[in-house]
């Protein structure tokens, strides 16, 4: 009779707050027939003004990325790749620090799928996501199917959103840029830069007039463009669209990435050359010695194979990071920037001979080009490792430990540049040049910048590379003492179930019954804090109203602080696996879902952030609340609370 009594109290309390559950997102489902096996499930979403949810292709680290997936006991049928997605906008979180992936008002997303079992009548799939506003909500919707030979729905159609077609632009510009600027760095190796006057000879020889020459250097320059853009749209008919988005969250493409850019690192470093068979060369120099436009081109094609060994690499990163960026055309916009910046120099040189005069001989500072793009390499491969540890949340490369790597690997070049590192094919070096001092003197400066993150600073001009802050080794940074100022728990005296709450030392529970005994023993109310690894405005709130010293010292030393995180995927042990009272049916397997599902039921509401003071037996002392960003509202919450405590 007293639980009863205690359940009524509860729901009659969680009704009386502003809290409700809410639906930000609507869903209508159909589904149509391709063949006889194959059948494309439509999801249509339906999304409030101002509201974000977000895509299977958010960046790691961010706002959760949608899934959708199949019981894997259901061998009935499997998911052909990812869902076709309508457009998207992209956006950078500077809280989180890396660029998101959302729809905004209507999302369509196109899954097929293929039967293993012609027989069977029914499939069904699961769609776990994130809604965000000034709160985050977490999807969890199930769509089941009936398969019969009338399944011709027609698909949905969607709209078109000029906010993220200019997204898009802009992430097609930068890419281009970045390919161009690569393309003049590739111009500067030593498997190209010597290529140039054997160019302008052939073209002296061949053209019987200037007027020849020149035309004879633009149809060259074009041949370059038209080789290196075939091999992106090689690179974007092979994967796919959905396998060139799924680069950014897939674990195994990042961990190819990441050899792959090891080995392209320690080729430039001098360890080994990549060449493409001498067979090749041999052939295509026989196609070019017929001449005419046929000739022309194949001394294009060429020049790609001779060159590969300080090219091929260059290219190979280009292609990875334009896919990884999640559009189709992106390997073919950035070949096209790389091909202009190789082609424009070489056709120009070819067409007006009497430039070369300007040009610097060749020497060994062609290999120091190549040995910086080593370098280079080696950091940017550590991107795409840190991005796969992410994803399986290892915590084996989190921030200390890749800005350390990156401070390794940046400090090694400012030495190798001040000449006091040597590699195979450097030459003998009696002097360092203004140019090469200036360069080692602005890689030692980022180098001295980055260490402070080591402490925790923030390191806005690389915010894009390594791991958030909340993805920490040691959120309080290297060296810093974990005794709470103005708190009186250190590390030797935190209690069964705690740990000390970073970056501001706040003496925290991920587990309920834990946090209440021990609020029990110490005669504190309690501070229910249901937040999420990937909501953006709990965040905000730790950083921008915990951390105001009068909101710290009552965290710290009048509340024991329950913090339950509605999106932990961590599984639950057997025993306490139990089934939805809100999903009759439906089996609560993760933390998550059970805390999530606590939150509804007893406070009515879905949203994170929300702060609940309750006293030892589980009573609101007043009204929770959700986002509250005024540090002054926030604090008279609490202490309001605080006083009503007995």
């Keep these: 009779m007293k639980k009863i009594v205690l359940a009524f109290i509860l729901l009659i309390s969680g009704w009386t707050t502003n809290a409700q559950i809410q639906e930000p997102v609507t869903w209508d489902s159909s589904i149509k027939k391709i063949n006889e096996l194959e059948y494309d499930i439509i999801l249509t979403a339906t999304i409030e003004k101002e509201w974000h949810l977000y895509s299977q292709y958010s960046a790691v680290g961010g706002a959760l990325a949608m899934v959708i997936s199949k019981d894997e006991a259901d061998k009935n049928f499997e998911l052909v790749g ?70 011709t729905t ?35 190796t030593p498997c190209v830069f010597p290529m140039i006057p054997m160019t302008v000879s052939f073209f002296t020889k061949q053209s019987k007039t200037k007027a020849k020459g020149i035309r004879n250097a633009i149809i060259y320059g074009l041949s370059i463009i038209v080789i290196y853009v075939l091999l992106g749209t090689l690179v974007s008919l092979v994967f796919g669209a959905d396998a060139l988005n799924a680069l950014s969250t897939n674990v195994w493409f990042n961990l190819i990435f990441f050899l792959l850019l090891i080995v392209f ?19 295509v120099d026989a196609q070019a010695d017929r001449g005419g436009l046929i000739g022309i081109f194949f001394m ?91 994803v399986l949340q290892l915590h084996l490369l989190e921030r200390e430990v890749f800005i350390a790597i990156w401070i390794t690997i940046f400090g090694a070049l400012a030495f190798y540049l001040f000449g006091k590192i040597k590699l195979p094919h450097d030459s003998p070096l009696e002097h360092i040049s203004v140019g090469r001092l200036s360069l080692g003197l602005i890689v030692m400066s980022f180098t001295v910048y980055m260490i402070p993150g080591l402490w925790g600073a923030p390191l806005n001009l690389i915010s894009a590379f390594p791991p958030p802050q909340h993805y920490s ?21 935190i209690p069964d179930g705690a740990h000390l709450m970073a970056p501001h030392d706040i003496l925290a529970f991920n587990d309920y019954d834990k946090g209440l005994a021990y609020a029990k023993k110490v005669g504190k109310p309690v501070l229910l804090d249901f937040t999420g690894y990937a909501c953006v405005n709990c965040r905000k709130m730790e950083q921008n109203v915990w951390a105001k010293p009068k909101v710290l010292s009552v965290l710290k030393g009048d509340v024991v602080l329950i913090s339950l995180y509605v999106d932990d995927k961590r599984k639950l042990k057997d025993n306490e696996i139990v089934e939805s009272k809100l999903k009759p049916g439906k089996m609560l397997k993760t933390i998550g879902k059970k805390w999530s599902e606590l939150q509804a039921i007893k406070y009515n509401t879905n949203a994170q952030p929300f702060y609940v003071l309750m006293d030892h037996n589980e009573k609101n002392l007043n009204n929770p609340v959700a986002y509250t960003p005024d540090v002054e509202e926030y604090y008279n919450w609490l202490k309001d609370g605080i006083n009503k405590f007995k």
């Excluded at 985050?136 to 089941?144: A, H």
């Excluded at 320690?266 to 052939?283: D, N, R």
């Design 82 to 151: 990812k869902a076709i997605e309508s457009d998207t906008i992209k956006k950078f979180n500077d809280i989180f620090g890396v660029t998101e992936t959302f729809f905004n008002d209507k999302a369509v997303l196109k899954q097929r799928i293929k039967l293993a079992n012609p027989d069977v009548s029914m499939v069904s799939i699961n769609l776990f996501g994130q809604v965000c506003k000034q709160v985050c909500i977490q999807l969890d919707e199930d769509f089941s199917f009936k398969l019969n030979s009338n399944n």
């Design 473 to 493: 080794e040691s959120p309080y940074g290297v060296g810093f003492s974990k005794i709470g100022s103005g708190g009186n728990i250190s590390d030797s005296g």
């Design 265 to 283: 690192a320690v080729s430039f470093l001098g360890a080994f050359e990549i060449v493409l068979p001498s067979s090749w060369g041999t052939k």
């Design 154 to 188: 027609a698909q949905a159609k969607t709209k078109n959103n000029k906010t993220n077609s200019d997204s898009s632009n802009n992430s097609l510009l930068s890419i281009f840029i970045i390919a161009f600027f690569s393309g003049f760095a590739a111009l500067l």
């Design 300 to 390: 294009a094609l060429a020049l790609a194979i001779v060159s590969f060994s300080c090219t091929g690499p260059i290219v190979g990163t280009l292609l990875v990071e334009a896919a990884a960026g999640g559009s189709q055309i992106g390997p073919i916009v950035g070949m096209l920037g790389f091909s202009l910046a190789i082609a424009i120099p070489f056709a120009l040189f070819a067409a007006f001979p009497g430039w070369l005069n300007s040009l610097p001989k060749s020497g060994g500072w062609l290999n120091t080009v190549k040995v910086v793009l080593g370098f280079l390499e080696l950091a940017l491969a550590f991107k795409f490792l840190s991005q796969a540890d992410m």
